[in-house]
């Protein structure tokens, strides 16, 4: 059964460095999401992109955050300069669009701000 | 005023126990339900998806939805070690499009015992 991949699992980075997680979507599926979850705390919307260009941002998406699909296949969430309070788990999800509205998830990225 | 509402629990039954899983929601754009299951450390699973009011059934689970008292509910029936989980309850507006962001409770921690 397809299945949405991140990498990496865990990634722990220094504060005010960037860092790219990465993505691979469901083949075929149009809309792709980023959401975060601070452990104990509810899953949050990030961003939605559909058709190459951000489609809906929460609050927490700032200058700080940027998404972008470099092919085919691949959806990135790059942080520029990590806060201690980005320390989350990542979920990248995806829609097949065409009337479907599901959402499917990854398995999560761990990002630690040290 | 949180959107959506989850009695975090959490909640134990013992196997072959009928488990009844709740959320409210105040936001009345919304119009399509989900519930997710998320393991420890995992990304959340799609477990079943409703539109407006009614009931859904799939094998053991059964969604309810009643928009008239903005009630979300998942029951389990023959409850299984394995179900042991997080349920995560999410809505989204309805429209025309499929890019609406997820609005997620808290999530409600279910542990089936032997």
């Known amino acids: 059964e397809p299945e949405v991949t991140q990498t990496p699992s865990h990634q722990v980075t220094q504060m005010g460095q960037e860092v790219i997680l990465r993505c691979v979507p469901i083949s075929n599926h149009l809309y792709f999401y980023w959401y975060r979850q601070i452990l104990g705390q509810k899953v949050e919307f990030l961003v939605s992109f559909y058709n190459n260009e951000i489609s809906e941002k929460s609050e927490i998406f700032d200058d700080q955050f940027s998404v972008e699909r470099p092919d085919g296949s691949n959806f990135t969430l790059k942080i520029r300069s990590t806060k201690l309070e980005d320390s989350a788990m990542y979920f990248c999800?995806?829609?097949?669009?065409?009337?479907?509205?599901?959402?499917?998830f990854g398995p999560g990225t761990r990002l630690t701000v040290t | 005023q949180k959107e959506v509402e989850q009695d975090p629990g959490p909640l134990s039954v013992p196997e072959g126990a009928i488990v009844s899983l709740n959320c409210t929601y105040s936001n009345s754009a919304f119009q399509y339900f989900m519930w997710y299951r998320q393991y420890s450390r995992k990304g959340p699973e799609l477990l079943m998806y409703t539109y407006s009011s009614g009931n859904k059934e799939d094998g053991r689970f059964t969604a309810q939805v009643d928009k008239s008292s903005k009630y979300i509910s998942l029951f389990i029936r023959d409850s299984q070690p394995s179900d042991s989980a997080t349920y995560l309850c999410a809505s989204r507006p309805g429209g025309g499009t499929s890019y609406g962001k997820l609005t997620f409770g808290q999530g409600t921690i279910l542990t089936v015992h032997p």
């Open positions: 999800a995806s829609n097949p669009g065409q009337g479907s509205y599901e959402q499917y």
